[in-house]
């Protein structure tokens, strides 16, 4: 659920607000433009029915319940009314442009990145810079939030 948390970030820079975004709106409501449901889906895929959508609910509002059952429900009950965020654009950035990253990060705040997620030391990461050397920008099964860049014990 990376998109909503570079939706929230992107939110709160702009309207000094913090949000909480559904995540099950997106479950739910994205696989006319590409997502799977319950099993997964791309950040760019979540934007773009964001954009189109005219916006996202807060969970509050449409709370997240697929973590319970294991299903999206029925159909997509998003009502513009409660509209608490929206989407006006994005871009991609180009695989593996570290340096585009960064200043993305800079410039824009948390960024919702898709990365190779399917390796043992990924399984125990808790916090901090991730860093593997099997972990390949080839093999994209996951998206997570960037929030920062920098060096810890002298890793980039």
């Known amino acids: 659920f990376s998109a909503t ?10 309207k000094k607000r913090l949000l909480s975004l559904s995540e099950q709106q997106l479950v739910d409501c994205s696989s ?5 449901g319950c099993n997964g889906g791309w950040m760019n895929n979540a934007f773009k029915y964001v954009e189109v959508a005219h916006g996202i609910e807060t969970e509050g509002r449409y709370p997240y319940i697929s973590g319970q059952t294991g299903k999206p429900n029925a159909h997509c009950m998003f009502n513009r009314k409660y509209v608490a965020a929206n989407v006006t654009g994005f871009m991609k950035i180009p695989k593996g442009d570290e ?4 200043q993305a990060v800079g410039l824009h705040g948390p960024i919702s990145v898709a990365m190779h997620a399917g390796l043992d030391s990924f399984m125990f990461y808790a ?3 991730y860093s ?3 972990c390949t920008s080839n093999v994209l099964d996951h998206g ?3 929030v920062g860049y ?3 014990n002298g890793i980039p």
């Open 5 to 14: 948390g570079a939706i929230e970030g992107q939110h709160f820079m702009l």
């Open 32 to 36: 006319r433009y590409g997502n799977f």
């Open 99 to 102: 340096s585009a990253l960064k």
């Open 127 to 129: 916090s901090g810079i």
């Open 132 to 134: 593997d050397e099997e």
């Open 144 to 146: 997570v939030l960037v």
């Open 150 to 152: 920098g060096e810890e």
